[in-house]
């Protein structure tokens, strides 16, 4: 193992759901971290994610777009920068089907950015990269779907990415192997399973059906609700995320997941019915439940092999 102790961290995307969230983790676990936030605040990033934050005097917000890749080095130079923990990214799968292009900018070639700027600063002038680590968040979705009684993704799953979303990740994935393999980069990554918790986006699955619940408007499922994710509180996925950093192999990739399967249909009815308990109304909720054409590039089923990480 490649141990490595984060100290000064360019964190990509720390005003959306699971960077915000990552941001408070290490400000509360770790007293000699110092954080440099960049976010390029579109509608899925919120500054309002960083409020009250523990100890806020390290961590510093910059808005900015991690496809420029000179702010990113002056940032990296400026702040002594360790540690890349790259978060930013277009992830929502429906929007990645109506306007690809978006994401294609941003994962791939903001990645890409990036990773030239860690290059530059690591490596450039016969740097070797000592106590420098790039840290990598990808998806589960990269690997395609599965059927009902197909084993669970591994590492070694061979990628099949079935919508722009998902191979705007493939690409940046492989571009991060490739910078490990082609330069030395150090660097690390995850692929993660469904992610839920404090500040996710409305758009979102379980959002999207909480605010339906309290607003008494139909509840969309996508198809028959038969497919099935794998859930991750998103706390976990942090401990994860942090592990990685800590005590994982350079070059090595690791799939964080729930061990938690639920059929979309099935979820939908658990969270109905603890709305009917908190928030009663005159029929149960799972009458809002509204059928709706499911989208071709909608996988079936993920599920995620933990034995790696656990090991």
């Known amino acids: 193992m490649a141990e490595h102790t984060p100290r000064n961290v360019l964190l990509t995307g720390g005003a959306g759901f699971i960077g915000c969230n990552f941001v408070r983790y290490l400000l509360e676990t770790d007293p000699g971290v110092k954080i440099v936030d960049l976010d390029l605040l579109t509608y899925a990033g919120s500054l ?4 009250d934050l523990p100890d806020p005097s390290r961590h510093v917000f910059v808005q900015g777009d991690i496809c420029d890749q000179a702010l990113v080095e002056g940032l990296m130079r400026k702040h002594d920068i360790d540690t890349i923990v790259h978060f930013a990214a277009d992830s929502h799968v429906d929007r990645s089907i109506e306007a690809p292009a978006p994401f294609i900018q941003t994962n791939v070639v903001g990645t890409f950015h990036l990773l030239e700027a860690a ?16 840290h990598h968040i990808s998806t589960d979705e990269v690997y395609g779907q599965l059927g009902r009684s197909d084993p669970a993704f591994t590492e070694t799953t061979p990628y099949a990415p079935n919508s722009p979303y998902s191979a705007s990740k493939a690409g940046s994935d492989h571009l991060v192997r490739a910078y490990v393999h082609t330069f030395g980069l150090p660097a690390t990554m995850n ?3 469904n992610n839920y ?3 996710q986006h409305e758009e979102k699955f379980l959002p999207t059906i909480i605010v ?3 607003a008494g408007k139909p509840i969309p499922v996508y198809g028959d609700g038969s497919n099935i994710r794998d859930w991750l509180y998103v706390t976990d996925h942090c401990r994860g995320i942090d592990t990685i950093l800590r005590h ?3 070059g090595e990739c690791y799939n964080v997941g729930g061990c938690t399967e639920w059929a979309n249909l099935d979820l939908v009815k658990m969270v109905c ?16 439940i509204s ?10 089923r993920y599920a995620i092999d933990i034995s790696k990480i656990k090991a």
């Open 212 to 214: 339906s619940c309290l």
């Open 197 to 199: 918790g404090p500040s």
């Open 119 to 134: 290059r530059a600063c690591w490596l450039g002038d016969g740097g070797d990269g000592n106590n420098r680590r790039f």
């Open 191 to 193: 692929n993660c399973s």
């Open 248 to 250: 994982g192999k350079t």
């Open 48 to 51: 309002a994610n960083l409020e």
């Open 291 to 300: 059928f709706v054409t499911d989208l071709t590039g909608h996988d079936w």
């Open 273 to 288: 019915s603890n709305m009917d308990e908190v928030r009663p109304r005159s029929t149960p909720h799972a009458d809002l």
